[in-house]
């Protein structure tokens, strides 16, 4: 069974930064792309940021260029999100999703996802 | 940057009719959209992919159609388990881009 957990969200101050972290089982994790998402309460989902299957390749949306760095360790099956210069406007539900096809595929898998709150 | 419009914004529908929401793309992204399904409290769900390709599992009642700049989602014979948001997004190519959601609700 593929399961995609999330952790590591929770109440940061603004200007400061927090570490997300995915752990993955249940496929071969290093085979396929991934991403987190995510949604600001009660609004709609944004995507934030995909990974290659080695690491070689990253992509992320204007909004987080530069302050958001996606990662992984194919060897724990682990997916990461460093987030650094958080502003109030990052406050959000973060998912990390299995991206199919072995590319930047559609969103076949997701967790549960994790809160992050930005506020002083 | 390429913009996804959902439309409508939200709709109320009779258990048993037939619904229809759009997703229009501001560039050509060819077939390469996917929709999902999420309800209060959970995670999204993938319904449809590379436009019309029914996922895994979900109901024959939900089809995709449309090419280009122009989508649809249609759910024939809506049931009241639909009830939800549902939203569609660029695969593919960078930007990943989401549309901003259609509410679907059950008279």
């Known amino acids: 069974e593929v399961q995609l957990v999330e952790s590591g969200g929770g109440l940061v101050q603004p200007g400061r930064s927090l570490k997300l972290s995915c752990a993955a089982s249940?496929?071969?994790?290093?085979?396929?792309?991934m991403a987190w998402v995510r949604q600001a309460p009660k609004k709609g989902l944004e995507w934030v940021a995909t990974?290659?299957?080695?690491?070689?390749?990253?992509y992320y949306p204007d909004s987080v260029k530069g302050r958001f760095t996606i990662s992984r360790d194919n060897a724990k099956s682990s997916l990461y999100l460093q987030m650094n210069s958080l502003k109030s406007e990052d406050t959000a539900t973060y998912y990390c999703?299995?991206?199919?096809?072995?590319?930047?595929?559609?969103?076949?898998?997701w967790g549960q996802g994790v809160m992050v709150t930005v506020s002083s | 940057n390429i913009v996804m419009t959902q439309s409508p914004k939200s709709m109320s529908i009779s258990v048993g009719d037939r619904v229809t929401m759009n997703c229009k793309a501001s560039?050509?992204?060819?077939?390469?959209i996917a929709w999902y399904q999420q309800k209060p409290g959970q995670s999204p769900k993938l319904l449809i992919y590379?436009?019309?390709n029914r996922y895994t599992g979900v109901p024959d009642r939900f089809t995709g159609g449309g090419y280009g700049t122009d989508f649809t989602l249609t759910i024939n014979s809506v049931q009241a388990e639909d009830a939800a948001f549902y939203y569609c997004?660029?695969?593919?190519?960078?930007?990943?881009?989401f549309g901003s959601g259609t509410k679907l609700e059950i008279k």
């Open positions: 990974i290659s299957t080695s690491g070689s390749r990253t």
């Open positions: 590379y436009a019309s």
């Open positions: 560039q050509n992204v060819g077939n390469n």
């Open positions: 249940g496929f071969t994790f290093s085979n396929y792309y």
């Open positions: 997004q660029r695969i593919y190519n960078s930007p990943l881009t």
């Open positions: 999703a299995r991206q199919g096809g072995h590319t930047m595929g559609p969103g076949d898998y």
